[in-house]
């Protein structure tokens, strides 16, 4: 099982009872596939860069998980028909690629 982080805007206009129920049914999703919910860090209303969709901000929310990485394609394709879900990206956790080696010199 591969560490994943999902980023996740909400709507803005959701009040924190209905983002708390929007937040079960995303760990759900993941805990159905088999998936483990590690930590779940709520970062907040944070405005956009510009205007998307008529929106201005959003509710952040990052998701630290665990599953099988067939699984990754589906729980996008659910997340996306989620209407309370605004945006979702996952990446895999600790992926960043190493340092880029020093260019030799030549004289």
Known sequence: MNKYEAMFIFA????DEALEEALNKVRAEIKKVGGEVASTTRMGR???A????KKE?????LIVFSCGGEHITPLLAKYHLNEEVF???????GATPPPAEKPVETK
Not at 50 to 53: A, K, Q, S, V
């Open 12 to 15: 803005d206009d959701l009040k």
């Open 46 to 48: 944070r405005a956009f």
């Open 50 to 53: 510009r205007p998307l969709h």
């Open 57 to 61: 901000s959003g509710q952040y929310v």
């Open 87 to 93: 945006r979702v990206t996952i990446m895999r956790a």
